[in-house]
């Protein structure tokens, strides 16, 4: 399994970004699929999470302003930030599990930075 993530950069505050995560080396959907994020100092957090059923979730601190997707035909996930604050300074991870007992596969991150 390979989780290539794309998209960084920096950014002013109030800017966009969109953050890809091109997923390969399965041939069937994952069972769940995530974005996390890892400021210096801090601990990784989750940003955002969905699963093979549907269910989604997205992290109090950028609801209203992030929104994750997937292309299942392209396999390949996605993070819209809009309204970008400087505290959303971070390495964006994406991860996957391919079913609900497997390891938890991780990108190597992309480097978000958001200037004031």
């Known amino acids: 399994v390979q989780l290539v993530e794309s998209g960084g950069g920096l950014v002013q505050a109030g800017g966009s970004l969109r953050l890809s995560c091109a997923a390969s080396?399965?041939?069937?959907?994952?069972?769940?699929m995530g974005w996390f994020r890892q400021s210096p100092g801090k601990e990784r957090e989750a940003v955002a999470h969905l699963y093979a059923d549907g269910t989604t979730s997205i992290a109090d601190s950028v609801k209203g302003r992030f929104t994750a997707s997937l292309d299942g035909a392209k396999n390949t996930l996605y993070l819209q930030m809009n309204t970008l604050k400087p505290e959303d300074t971070a390495v964006y991870y994406c991860a996957a599990k391919l079913s609900r007992y497997s390891d938890i596969y991780w990108g190597q991150g992309t480097q978000v930075t958001v200037s004031s």
């Open positions: 080396g399965f041939t069937s959907s994952a069972y769940y």
